[in-house]
Each structure stands twice: as C-alpha cells, then as structure tokens.
C-alpha cells in the first residue's frame, strides 16, 4: 500500500505538468485567476503490479474455420480443427476448451485416443502432435515432424498404441503412440501394387483395419487402387482397380464387405469373397438418361456404413452427389435407410460429418443414435433414432456470427435480476421442433465456481439485430435477441431505385450501443446516422413510435492554429451561446438529385404491437443536408436520472431530452466553445459553379492534387465509436495552417449516384496482414495506421478524385470494410474537422465558481479538447415532463494530446462515481392505485461520500496519448502520464479491479497497460497481441473485475483477464475435460460366429512393429520434438486435477496404503508366532516331567 499526498497551493487550471510529475505555476494565456485555498489529498491506492496478469480466459463460438472433426465415443468428448491451427473441445454446457497449435499451421486430421484422455492432430506442416487431455489446459505431451514425406491421412485403432500415417507419396508409416518415433516396418507404395501396374497409385486417402483381422490393413489410393495387407506376412493379400477416384471407404461391422465412395457420385459395395469388380453399384441422386446412362453427379465425399441391432436394413449417410443440373442448389447429408433415402439440406457448405454410435468396437453392431455434421460456420447434431430425424438443440454459442458482428459490449457485475428477465423473455421466441433427447456430446464435468458474479455481453450485428448473452462463469448462453430494422417501413417496390441508391447493403448495421442494466434503458446507433431509444417492458403494448429529425451542419472549416499547445485554457466565462435547438427543415419536393432535409430511412408512423422486452419509444436521425449525406455518429452517452440523450459526429453536437421528446441543443463542434476557441478557425468559402438545374457542384477541370483534396475532406474514421483522426500537429504560434492553397476549403460533394452508406462494417471480418515493421515501429496516429492497415487511397469529396478502395480478392461479402460515404481517411498529417468523440454525463462542476454539483455533460474531440456543458434540470417529476431543461455551453475548455476517449470520476478518496440512475418501472404495466408509478432517482453525489475530504471530485481524462487527473472545479490537473510515444490507445476504460480502480488501455501496437488511479502510476505492461486487424480494435472492450474481449475471428469471442486473482482461480473455473471411466466389454459373440469364423481375429502389434522386430526407422524421414510444456501447460499441470502433483499425491497415497496393508500383515504374522510360541511353551512344560515311554 503506497500513500500519495498532494499538496495544491495556488495551482491553476492552465499548469501544465512537467514529466516529472511536479506542477509547474501559470496561468492560461497570461489571465489572472484566483489560485484555490491550500489543501491536501491523503488517497491511500492499494493497487500494486503483483495484483495483474494477463491470461486467456475461454473462447466463445463457433471455430472460424473448421477443417476436421473427431469424437471420443467413450468420453463423449468432440474436437474440432480449424485453418489457423486451433482445436476446439466440447463436451456438456460448461465444458469448453480452445488449444492452438503454435505453428498455425492447419489441422488436417483428428484422433482420439478413445477413453484414454489423449488427442493426436496432424497439421498441414507434416506434424503430428499429442495433446494430453487429463488437466484442464491441455498441452502438447510429443510432436513428430515428417521431413521428406507429406501426411494425408491417419488411422488409430481402438485400443491400440500404433497410429497409421498414409503420405502422399502412398507410403503407410506406423508410429509408436507412446514414445512417439516411427517404427522401422513401412508399406511402401511399389510393395502394395503390382509390379506391372505404369502408374503411381496417387496419395493414401484412406486407412483401416478389418473388423474381422485386426492383422489385415485396408490401404485406400486415390487413383481408386484399394490394398489389403496382410500386416503378419508383409504381402498384400488381394488388389483392387477401379477406374474412379476414391474419396473414402467405410467396413460392414462383419468385416466381410465395405463401401466405398467415388468422384462421379457412386457408392460401390465389395465383397472380400469376390474382389474382381463391385457386386453393387448405386447412383444415389443420378437419373437415367434416355441413352441408358447415368447423369453426372458432384463427388461422394464422405460415406458412412452402420449396422443396427433394430433394424435389418443399415444406415448409409453421405455428404455430396448431387447432380449438376441444377445450379445453386444447397449441400445435402443425405441418409439412406432401407429403401428410404432422406435429404437434409444445409445452409453451408459440409466440412465433415461423423456417425455417432453406441459401441467403439469396430466388430460389433454400431447402433447410431445421431450424426454431427460440421459445416463452414455452422454445426448441427442429427438424431437418427427418430424417422424425420429432427436436429439437436445446440447448448453451445455456435450463432454469434448469424449476421456479422459489429461491435461488442460487455458488462460485469449486473443487476442480479436482469439475466432471469432476459432469459424469460427471450425463452418465448426460440425455435420449435427440436429433438427432445438430451445432447449426446454430454462428456466432462464442470461446476460454477465459488466466485461468480453476473455478467452479460451484447453484440450488435450488421443486420440491425443485438444479442444479448449471459456470460456469467465463462459461459455464454443466448437470453434474448433484438431486431432495430422493425422499427423502420420496408421500402416499397417503387420506391426501390431510390432506397437502393440512398442506403447500400446493410443500412441497420449497429455501430455503437449504450445501455443502463439499473433503468433498463437501451440506446442503438446506426450506421444509417440514426439512434433509437428502447425501453424495457414484460407486457405488450401498442404504440405510436416519436420520430426526431436533427440538421447537423458545419458551416465552418476546423481548420485549426492552436494559439498555445502547452497550456490548458480554461475561460469560465460563458461565449453566450444559449442552446437554441435548430428545428429540422420541412422535407422539400426537390429531385432525387438535391436531396435536402430528408433522413436516410423512413420509421413506421403507425400505431405498431410491440411484443414483451425492449420496445422502441423514440428515433432520432440526422438528416441530408444540400445533397449531402449525414456524417456518421462518433459518440454516444444516455443518463436514465436525467432523461437526456447526447450523441455527435464530426460536425457537432446534439442533445436529446427523451422524456419530453424534443431537441435541447444542436450545435457545430466551432459553436460550443464560442470566443473561449483555443483555435483559430478559417471561415468557408463559398461553393463555385453551383448549377441549380442539377442541384450538384460541378468542379472546374482545374484539378488540385489528390493530396490536396485530401485535405479538405472530413475524417471520421471510426474504431470503438471513436473518431480516429490523429492528433493536429501543431503550428508555430501566430500562423495559421491553410490546407488546399489559397481558395481555401470547398465543401464536400457526393459524386453522382454514390450511395452515402456502403455496407456495414462489420467487425468480424476485417482480416488485414500487418508488415512486421509496421507493428515495431508504431504509428504516428490512427489515420496512419489505418492507410498501413487498409493498402488503400481512400477518396476525396471531390467527384473528380474518386478512387475506390483495393481489397484482395479472398475477402467475402462479410470481409469487407466499407464505411459511410462521408466518413473517409485523408492526410495522415492534417486535420479538417472536430469530431466529437466521446461523451459522458455527469454529477459535476460547469464553472470553476461553482460550489456545488450539478448535471453535466463532459465532451471530448478529436482534437484533444474537453468542454464541460452545464446542465439545468427540473427536480419535481410534474416539472421535469413539462418544464423545459436548459443546456448552456460555459465555455470551460481542458486539453489533452490525442483524440479523447474516456471519462471517469472519483471521489477525493479515490472511490469510483457511479452515474445517477433512475430505477426501472414498467410504464405499460397495469394501473395500481396504492402505488403510483413515479420516478425513483438514485444519484451519487461527488460529497455524498466524502464528509472529511469536503466538496469536489476527481476527473480522470485519458486520450489517444496520455492520461490526465483534474481536480474538480478548480480544473487543476492533478497527474498527467503520457501512455505512449510510438502508438496510440485504441480503447480505455476506467474499472475495479481488486475492491479498487484503476485505468485500463489498449493500443495499437498490442500492448494492455493499468494506470493506478489517481496518480496514474504505470501497474501493467505487458505485449499481448499484435494489431492484425482492425476487427479487434473495434471489438476490444475492458469491464470490471479485471475481464475484457474481443472478437479473435469473424465467429469468435476471445475473453481474457488481466486480474492476478482471477488468474490463480481460473483452474477452479475451467471444466475437466476428461472423467474416468471404465471402458466398455467387447460383446460375446457366441459359439456358433466363433467357430465358422467370424469372430475378429487378435494379434500382437508389438511383436510385428516393435524395435525389436521391425527395427529403427530412418532418422532423416521424422524428427521427434518433446513437448515443450510451456507455462500454460505448466501451470495446467501444476494446478490440474490431475497433474504430476496430483499423480504424485495418488502415487503417495497408494504407496502409503500399500506401507499400511504391509504393516497389518506384519502385526497379523508377529500375533500368529507369538501364539505359536505360547502353545509351544505350554506344550514343552506338559511333557517336561513325561518319560519317554509315556508319550
């Protein structure tokens, strides 16, 4: 515990702080003021470094990417592969575990060591790995690398130590499960094939052992060449060709003929007593043509073949074969039972498909109950026991990428009755007709650990859609799911052209939201430059939804000459700008061509049925103004105490009063600061060759260079809702920087039929490769870094300097980053426009003359600027819905380096301020007349919690650049710390960790750093995460209780902690992945299937591939590597259950055991010899006297 004392004596707002940290007296611009009477802050911070770590928590979602799939039938345990070398393991609801390969080399293939908690992978680098599953972090036990030879295909049978390992070359290596080395017995290609046979017989695709001789291995060549070693004699026991490509095969439990599927849409069955030419061939979806033959059909490229004890007939499941006639047509599994053949059609592309059966003897009747088809981004469970074979209810959280995912939020320590509520009424809108047999993928064990707290995050989606997601204990279950695009008319169809050209793909994209847990209020913005207001209710209602339209309009250019960097200017005064809301103008008749006052979507102005939940009240949109479309917003912040709604872009500010549905201020960014500007402004000149029967500016063919150009045009750029324009390099005093030669700034025009929204950015899916040097060398600003990111020059408002934007050509419609046609990035080193970029409302000081705190709404631009707006509100609830609230600018300016980002407040004890509140209450809820529905306000003054400190409170400003502490309202700044030099922050947040607070920030270089609050000591630094794309600048959010995430890929959440605490309890969190438990007896088969030999042969594969037998493989074909057991699997080691320690402690505790059974055996043999000794002695004393002839 480290104390800070503080001693302000005659400090003004305008000392800046030098870098040691000491105050450094002034004033601002050389005006007098007033220096605060002498007093001392005792704030005792009990955050130290040792309190943060970061650690990967769990992994949400559905593997982006998947390439293979695996199951333990034993263990009930499914893995999942993917292409940037993840494995995903699942097991019931609470056990979910991600490992990644640190190559990232793909996943090939899976195999479960069934029952015995182990997992081999083999990666496209020609790895195999072992993954042991017996801790809760599972780590890498061996690795194997092939150096001559690639792996096509594995096969491990069931209780057996030797894993098969077919090449490309068709070569069939064995490899010793537990040492982890090749074994010197090898089936070469030309051994396996005849020895007239002129061609290579391709890659192995397939690998199994008879289900009737385990001596005897199935070798499947892609040509269509199919081998049957004979493993004892090492000669191949019969040879078939056939003249189509084969993409699997699958055994009859009998072992007496299989299945194999063809690249011309056939399956052919074989019998090992005649293997001269199939005694079955079936084109499943192949009609006969007139000429006799059959139409071509898509590739089989998986079949399955299982017996059931039921049923005489057997289940035939296999993905493809499609004919081609039909174009566009969906991916099917299709499942043949009998002469009932059933089509299943997908949504996506089939990866893999696995049958599910009772038994994991290969020998034995199968009994499938269920097959697991996992598709490109989805994943789906069938239940075979049932005749329409209906789906599984998927427990997991496999839809967060229904519709791609454009900002994230996440919230910890809720209200404990807002999840029940959620869940209750998001319960009555899913989906019917699943199956209603329990999940079979039911393996591990998993418990809610000791210290939970609710938590919940909400995505929004590039439909309009929000989710909302219980993530309490590492979980994640859907509660209840919003849809913003009901709240709009649906264009009609001849209205079409026009609604086509106004809003592109996604107009409902969600880009920000805000939400109040205590009022249940929740507030959306859209990328359509619209904001709606929901409030929560458990009954229906029908109601008319409030339409507000606002003008936001910059007349003026921000071009800015700053007239003192260093000080921070503070003009008390205010400029007498009073909020005078500017009306919306009414919609004119004008052509398509001007638009002008219109917004950029139409909200239904009927009387509409909203169902129980959140229920949409009141939309405000900003609107076209002379043809031009509205920025997008940058900003967003709602208080429930006060009834207020702030939000702004880069042309100013808008404030909301939602209770009485009107606008209290509109203003430009320019006009809130009035004659206390620490700019100087260049007025804008007026537009040329403006031609009225068009209503378009034609420019003159004069053209100015693109760089130019560039400069005049607004940069908003957004990542967390935040303006990214860099910081304004700043001028020598008394020049004003002029961009765009001596006409000065024209305004911006849209081109000709470009629409002013493209389509939504989602955040999922913004996949940029960043050069390494960009990464070490870091950024000069956010605009830097997003031309580095991008590759691309973005275009001017100029028709004439249009250029579009260069993607590559893999990026899908969901991998696009596309923006609002207004929202570009121009020059990296100049700025045109002010953005608002972050606000918050709070209990405060407006004037430095105030004596008390009152509403207040901080605002903080892109120019590392702070303005502090005064709030007047009527306290009476009968005033306050009809009295009217004042908003009055005072002029009160902080500064900062860098765009802001965040605002929080502590008390002069250095405790965190909550927001005012109001309680929520059920508006459309019956009347009750004991108790009258009225507003219950909870407010946390400043001095509610501070009798001995007195009046005032703490402001913590943290920027792009640095962080700074003010003191409140003397404006003083307290602590200034300058974050980083190199980068800049991309999101910070002010939150408790450990029953304390402190400053967390994200950069764009990767690093998290902790700031100690309130003197901004560094806890924290550490490099987590290079900036690979812009997805996780957009998605990364921090929360209390030392938790943040992000979206890792498009379909993925990734939570991570970066508490100590947390850390060491994590393994109490995560769940066991593997439970022992005895592995099933083979069935006995009877006397009759022994004796006329059909029961399954046995041999030993030790003596056939033993070093012993088969000697040392060649050194050069393989490369052995131990696991490295890095610190993850050390720590999981150390703190598994069952780990080396626990093992150790096993050991010990039977060895005791054994020590104690020895022991009661000795003490059991001393009793019976001194017995035998006693009746010894009695025996000698009894015939001592005796003479020889009596005995």
């Given amino acids: 515990m480290k104390k800070f004392r503080k001693v302000l004596d005659g400090l003004t707002t305008s000392s800046p702080i030098n870098p040691g940290g000491s105050p450094v007296y002034g004033s601002a611009a050389g005006t007098p003021s007033a220096a605060p009477t002498p007093r001392e802050l005792d704030i005792q ?190 000669r191949t026991e019969f040879r078939i060709y056939y003249d189509e490509a084969i993409h699997s095969v699958s055994w009859h439990h009998e072992g007496r003929q299989f299945m ?88 996506y592309p089939i990866v893999d498909f696995m049958v599910l059966c009772e038994t994991p003897y290969s020998n034995e009747v199968q009994e499938p109950y269920a097959v697991v088809v996992l598709l490109e981004k989805d994943f789906v469970v069938v239940d075979l026991t049932q005749s329409n074979f209906p789906i599984f209810e998927n427990p997991y959280p496999m839809d967060i990428h229904e519709s791609p995912v454009t900002c994230t939020a996440y919230f910890a320590d809720c209200p404990p009755d807002i999840i029940p509520v959620l869940y209750s009424i998001g319960a009555k809108h899913k989906k019917t007709g699943y199956s209603h047999k329990e999940w079979p993928v039911s393996g591990g064990t998993w418990t809610v650990g000791s210290q939970t707290y609710p938590e919940i995050i909400i995505t929004g989606h590039a439909d309009g859609s929000i989710k909302f997601w219980d993530a309490t204990a590492i979980t994640l279950q859907m509660l209840y799911k919003l849809k913003t695009s009901k709240v709009f008319e649906k264009p009609k169809s001849g209205e079409m052209g026009r609604s086509a050209e106004l809003v592109e793909e996604d ?129 967003l912040d709602l208080n429930s105490a006060y009834g207020l709604l702030a939000f702004g872009n880069c ?23 009035g004659s206390a500007d620490p700019f100087q402004r260049l007025t804008r000149s007026p537009r040329k060759n403006r031609q009225s029967t068009s209503g378009l500016t034609e420019l003159s063919d004069n053209q ?73 060398e870091g950024y000069p600003s956010r605009r830097a870094m997003l031309q580095q990111l991008h590759g691309v020059s973005m275009y001017s408002h100029d028709e004439h300097h249009i250029t579009s934007y260069s993607w590559s050509e893999r990026e899908s419609r969901e991998n696009s980053f596309s923006r609002s046609r207004s929202s570009s990035v121009s020059s990296i080193d100049r700025e045109t426009k002010e953005a608002v970029t972050t606000l918050q409302f709070a209990e405060s000081y407006g004037r430095k003359s105030d004596s008390m705190p009152t509403p207040c709404l901080w605002v903080g631009t892109s120019l590392g600027l702070v303005l502090i707006i005064p709030v007047s509100i009527p306290m009476d609830e009968e005033e306050r819905q009809e009295e009217p609230v004042t908003v009055a600018p005072t002029g009160t300016v902080l500064m900062l380096k860098g765009s802001v980002l965040r605002f929080g407040f502590l008390d002069c004890g250095g405790a965190l301020i909550q927001n005012p509140y109001e309680v929520w209450r059920d508006l459309h809820a019956p009347e009750d007349p004991d108790r009258p529905r009225k507003r219950k306000l909870v407010n ?61 920030c994200f950069c764009a270089n990767g690093h998290i750093m902790t700031l100690s609050l309130p003197s901004l000591r560094p806890l924290l630094d550490i490099s987590y995460l290079p900036l690979t794309d812009m997805r996780i600048a957009r998605t990364f959010c921090f929360t209390n209780g030392g938790q943040a995430l992000y979206l890792c890929s498009p379909t993925e959440i990734q939570r991570i902690t970066y508490s100590q605490e947390m850390c060491d ?16 007896e083979a069935q006995n088969r009877g006397f009759l299937k022994g004796f006329f030999g059909g029961n399954a042969q046995t041999f030993d594969r030790e003596e056939l591939f033993g070093e012993a037998a088969a000697g040392k493989a060649s050194r050069s074909l393989a490369q052995h590597i131990p696991g490295q057991g890095g610190m993850e699997g050390m720590k999981a080691a150390a703190g598994g259950v069952v780990g080396d320690l626990a093992r150790a402690r096993i050991a010990l505790d039977e060895r005791g055991q054994r020590l104690g059974e020895l022991e009661e055996r000795t003490a059991h043999m001393m009793t019976s010899a001194e017995t035998f000794s006693k009746h010894a002695h009695e025996l000698m004393l009894k015939c001592k006297d005796k003479k020889w002839y009596q005995f």
Avoid at 320 to 339: E, F, N, Q, V, W
Avoid at 599 to 627: N, T
Avoid at 1071 to 1077: A, D, N, R, V
Wanted: charged share 20%.
């Fill in 1065 to 1080: 309890n994590l393994q109490e969190m995560l769940g066991e992945l593997f439970t022992p438990i005895e592995t099933p």
């Fill in 260 to 347: 194999c599927s063809h690249s011309d849409g056939s399956l052919s069955m074989w019998h090992l007593r005649n293997t001269a030419k199939p005694f079955q061939v079936t084109f499943p979806h192949g009609k006969s043509q007139r000429d006799g033959r059959k139409e071509s059909c898509k590739p089989i490229l998986k079949v399955e073949y299982k017996t059931s004890r039921n049923s005489s007939e057997a289940f035939v499941v296999f993905s493809g074969g499609l004919s081609y006639d039909k174009a566009g047509r969906r991916p099917t599994l299709t499942i043949m039972h009998g002469k009932a053949i059933t089509v299943l059609e997908m949504d």
């Fill in 651 to 673: 042309n100013g500010l808008a404030v909301v009063d939602y209770l009485q549905k009107t606008i209290l201020l509109c203003m430009s960014t320019v006009e809130l600061y």
């Fill in 704 to 776: 100015v260079s693109l760089d130019l150009e560039r400069s005049k045009s607004p940069t908003s750029d957004h990542v967390n809702g935040h303006c990214t324009s860099p910081t304004s390099q700043p001028c020598p005093s008394g020049k004003t920087r002029v961009p765009g030669g001596p006409e000065g700034a024209r305004l911006a025009r849209r081109g000709p039929g470009r629409p002013p929204f493209r389509k939504a950015q989602s955040a999922a899916c913004m996949e940029v490769s960043l050069p390494v040097s960009s990464l070490t």
């Fill in 45 to 234: 911070e009990t955050l130290m470094s040792e309190h943060f770590q970061i650690c990967k928590t769990v992994r949400h979602g559905f593997p982006c990417q998947p390439t293979a799939l695996a199951f333990d039938p034993v263990q009930k345990i499914l893995a999942i592969g993917s292409r940037s070398g993840g494995v995903r393991l699942l097991g019931r609801p609470g056990v979910d575990c991600h490992c990644q390969h640190e190559s990232g080399a793909a996943v090939l293939q899976l195999q479960f060591l069934i029952n015995e908690g182990a997992l081999v992978t083999a990666c496209a680098d020609d790895t195999l790995h072992l993954w042991n599953l017996r801790q809760r972090r599972p780590a890498i036990l061996h690795s194997l690398k092939f150096n001559r030879e690639r792996i096509t295909f594995c096969h491990l049978p069931f209780q057996s130590k030797w894993l098969y390992v077919g090449t490309e070359r068709g070569n069939t290596h064995i490899v010793n499960i537990e040492s982890f080395v090749l074994s010197g017995y090898v089936i070469m290609w030309n051994k396996a094939i005849e020895l007239s046979t002129k061609t290579h017989p391709g890659p192995v695709v397939h690998l199994s052992d008879s289900p009737k001789d385990e001596g005897k291995l199935l070798i499947g060549f892609e040509s269509g060449t199919i081998v049957m070693w004979d493993l004892r004699s090492k």
């Fill in 940 to 1000: 946390f003054s400043p001095s509610s919690s501070q009798e001995a400190c007195g009046d005032g409170h703490l402001a913590v400003v943290c920027s792009e650049r640095q962080a700074k502490v003010f003191l409140m309202p003397s404006q003083a700044c307290l602590y200034v710390h300058n974050i980083t030099d190199s980068s800049f922050v991309l999101r910070a947040d002010v939150v408790s960790v450990c029953n304390s607070v402190c400053l967390a």
């Fill in 507 to 635: 107009p409902f994209a969600v880009q920000m939201i805000s939400w109040c847990p205590q009022s249940r209020i929740f507030c959306v913005v859209g990328i359509s430059a619209h904001v709606i207001l929901y409030r929560f209710s458990k009954h229906d209602a029908n109601t008319i939804i409030t339409s507000l339209e606002v003008r936001l309009q910059c007349d003026m250019e921000d071009v800015i000459s700053p007239s003192d960097t260093e000080n921070t200017p503070c003009f008390s005064d205010p400029s007498g700008h009073s909020p005078q809301p500017q009306p919306p103008s009414p919609r004119s008749n004008t052509p398509d061509s001007v638009r002008d006052s219109i917004p950029c979507l139409k909200v239904k102005d009927r009387m509409i049925r909203m169902p129980p939940g959140y229920q949409a009240e009141l939309v405000v949109q900003l609107l076209w103004v002379d043809g031009e479309p509205p920025q997008q917003i940058t900003s």
